[in-house]
């Protein structure tokens, strides 16, 4: 139960923080950090199918899968976003 209470903590807390730092965050800033966040939701996914390999559905893999599908579409629309974001800056 201890480490469980730690978890949610730093959950809370790592909220917290998140939500502190994307508001003081220009907008004109938002389009180049989504590309750093793609490669931290790429390590999302392919921590997310390290755990859900094996045998047995638990709720640790019902999560992984979640995990899987929703940094999957974050990966997807930061692509799209980026590559329309650099698509304004060619010449025509």
Do not use: W
């Amino acid at each position: 139960m201890g480490s469980l209470l730690v978890g949610v903590y730093l959950f809370v807390l790592a909220m917290f923080v998140g939500f502190e730092i994307i508001t003081k965050i220009p907008p004109t800033l938002h389009t180049p950090l989504m590309s750093g966040a793609n490669a931290v939701s790429g390590i999302t996914v392919v921590g997310a199918l390290i755990a859900a390999q094996g045998g047995s559905v638990t709720l640790g893999k019902i999560l992984a899968c979640l995990a899987i599908a929703l940094a999957t579409i974050n990966v997807v629309g930061g692509f799209l976003v980026t590559d329309r974001m650099l698509k304004m800056f060619k010449r025509r």
